[in-house]
């Protein structure tokens, strides 16, 4: 965009010209030169070599002490050879330039060329000559003695031994002036002989330098893996290179939808070739026919033990026949005996008459309960409680049904954690205390007080009774029944004199009539004589029964009755 709309200027300004600076023009400087003072008057007029010019092509001047350079040896920085890196060209064996010289250090092993990494032939590794042997054994114990002989010096004192004399440590040189002038008195320079004494040294003085272990330098670079020139892939290497991505058979995250072809062919199952083996038909059929034939065995070792059993059964059956038919003939024999003993036939026809009723009344109060609805006996035993089977002794404990673990009873109450376990006011854990202390010391009299003999027990206590108690409810079945103080006595029947024995006859036939009436006699007169002496005892036994029953009635354990038969036995021991 120009400004052609602002009007021209009147005065013209000029930028202010800066002078550019001019090279220095360099001079050259000479140093007019130098006299070398003689050999005698060098220290004397304090001469000091620094330039090349002062050693005149030389070497350094030794009776001037201070650093000198003669031709700029040794002094850093002073000629291009020092500044520069350029390494002299080295040939090797073959001729050819080194130019592995370049990366090649000190105490380094560089494989560098083409030969290095080409294995070594075996036949290289000959055995070795005995000289070889001698002088590689030799090097070898140089080498230790050497490493043996300054770890010993290193663990002796230091400066401890004996100082040499002047004569053993001077050294003689033969010197020769440099300059072949005249000197001071104008007599000509000549050869002398300088000795060379070290100066003495003070044992106790401690080192002057500090020694430290030098940094171990970089080790050897590794030997170069040889490579071939890179190739370009080709597309059959690119494809055959090509990982199809993972399609997992579970898992789905993103949603997906896969085609099936491409999840088989991810799965690469079919990509596997199913051989089957020739042997394969072969095996099957040898296992079938081995099976045919276990089976085959199977069957005829159970048709033999089949047959077996049989004939047991069969001479175990003919033995039961012989026994049957041997208690058959002895039943017979003794039928007339044994329908003797039992009683008459008319005695025989009252039980048979009896137990008919009593069948006959059992099925029609079978009948009438299942007209009513009722249940029998059975029923009625399963449908009982555990309280009930115990209280009737039904309950067997070496059984477990799952019928008879729960009483039917408490299913029904309305108490327990179920039901609210108590007041929403109340903040008490238990419902009730578990030992009531307070109602324990509580007088009670007792239910039967009045029938208590107040005489009768200072007696008791006198005689040293210790009953403290009374029962206040009785067991269910304790009845106050005459006690056994002995063993279980049995009478027997005194047998009457005109009894005889049962004889048999020769020919088997016996004499019923009068045997019969013998033992009707000898029977009835042993109940009567039973009965007399049941009588007689029971006479004798009143009034100890009476006692007893008192007793037991005050002492329901028989506390008191022990002690008092304890203390009988011991008075008559």
């Known amino acids: 965009m120009g400004f052609s709309f602002l009007p021209a200027p009147t005065r013209q300004y ?134 043996i002989s300054g770890k010993i010096s290193a663990a002796q004192p230091v400066n401890v031994s004996r100082q040499k004399s002047v004569k053993e440590t001077s050294t003689y040189i033969r010197y020769t002036p440099h300059d072949q002038g005249t000197n001071a008195n104008g007599e000509e320079p000549k050869q002398r002989i300088i000795r060379m004494v070290e100066a003495p040294v003070d044992p106790m003085q401690p080192a002057k330098f500090k020694h430290k272990k030098a940094v171990r330098g970089p080790p050897s670079p590794p030997v170069p893996v040889m490579h071939s020139p890179p190739r370009k892939l080709t597309v059959q290497d690119q494809q055959s290179w090509k990982i199809p991505p993972c399609v997992s058979n579970w898992k789905n995250a993103k949603g997906y939808t896969i085609a099936l072809d491409k999840r088989l062919a991810a799965d690469g199952r079919g990509l596997l070739k199913v051989t089957v083996n020739d042997q394969f038909a072969s095996f099957a059929e040898a296992l079938t026919i081995a099976e045919r034939k276990a089976r085959e065995e199977v069957n005829m070792r159970i048709q033999v033990q089949k047959k077996l059993d049989a004939k047991q059964k069969e001479v175990k059956e003919q033995e039961l026949r012989e026994l049957a038919a041997k208690a058959r003939q002895d039943r017979g024999s003794d039928s007339e005996d044994d329908s003797e003993d039992d009683g008459d036939v008319e005695g025989r026809r009252e039980r048979e008459r009896i137990r008919h009723e009593r069948r006959r009344e059992r099925e029609r109060e079978m009948r009438l309960e299942n007209l009513m609805g009722k249940k029998g006996k059975l029923a009625r035993d399963e449908d009982r409680d555990v309280s009930e089977k115990i209280a009737l002794g039904q309950l067997q404990g070496g059984k477990r049904s799952d019928a008879s673990l729960f009483d039917s009873r408490l299913f029904n109450q309305s108490q327990g954690m179920d039901s609210g376990f108590g007041g929403e006011d109340d903040y008490n854990v238990y419902s009730k205390p578990m030992v009531d202390r307070g109602k324990s010391t509580v007088y009670r009299p007792k239910v039967d007080a009045a029938t208590i003999d107040g005489d009768r027990e200072y007696e008791d206590l006198k005689a040293g009774g210790t009953k403290r108690f009374r029962a206040d409810k009785e067991f269910q079945g304790t009845d106050h029944t005459q006690s056994r103080t002995g063993p279980v006595q049995f009478t027997r029947e005194n047998e009457s004199p005109d009894r005889k024995p049962r004889r048999r006859s020769r020919s088997g036939s016996h004499d019923a009539p009068r045997r019969t009436n013998d033992r009707d006699r000898s029977r009835s007169r042993s109940r009567e004589n039973k009965r007399a002496r049941d009588r007689s005892r029971s006479r004798s036994r009143e009034p100890e029964k009476r006692r007893r029953r008192n007793d037991d009635d005050e002492d329901p354990f028989g506390v008191d009755r022990f002690l008092d038969d304890a203390r009988h036995s011991s008075r008559r021991r």
């Open 14 to 147: 000029e930028a202010p010209t800066v002078s550019k600076p001019r090279p220095a023009v360099p001079q050259l400087v000479k140093k007019a030169p130098s006299a070398i003072p003689s050999y005698p008057n060098r220290r004397t007029a304090t001469f000091t070599p620094r330039d090349a010019a002062d050693f005149g092509d030389g070497g350094a001047y030794p009776e001037i002490h201070m650093s000198q350079y003669p031709l700029g040896l040794g002094k850093k920085g002073s000629t291009a050879s020092s500044e520069s890196n350029v390494l002299a060209l080295q040939v090797n064996e073959s001729g050819r330039a080194a130019y592995d010289a370049i990366v090649k250090k000190k105490n380094q092993i560089v494989y560098s060329s083409f030969t290095d990494l080409v294995e070594k032939d075996a036949n290289d590794l000959e055995k070795p000559s005995v000289e070889e042997e001698q002088e590689a054994t030799e090097k070898t114990r140089a080498a230790l003695e050497a490493l």
